[in-house]
């Protein structure tokens, strides 16, 4: 079963129309959904220049972890 979903999974993204998201670089899994909005896979503290040059603002993370550690150097707030 989870082989099949994989493979499922594989095969969306791969006929996904480009104007689903485009990518931003190649690190974060960072894509631009809107010219507004964003979503990537776990920055850290690395991507903060990213994400300051891309003037993110606010960082919502669905994870109990929280990034509150790494955005403390940013004005970047977390939610």
């Keep these: 079963m989870s082989l099949f979903n994989t493979v499922q999974a594989d095969e969306a993204a791969s ?18 959904m809107t010219p507004t909005l964003y979503r990537s896979a776990l920055p850290d ?17 669905f994870l109990p972890e929280s990034d509150a550690q790494w955005l403390q150097s940013s ?5």
């Design 75 to 79: 004005d970047i707030k977390q939610v």
């Design 45 to 61: 503290e690395r991507a903060l220049p990213l994400l300051q040059k891309l003037r993110i603002a606010t960082v919502i993370n």
């Design 15 to 32: 006929i996904r129309s480009p104007e689903w998201a485009q990518p931003v670089g190649n690190q974060y899994n960072l894509h631009q």
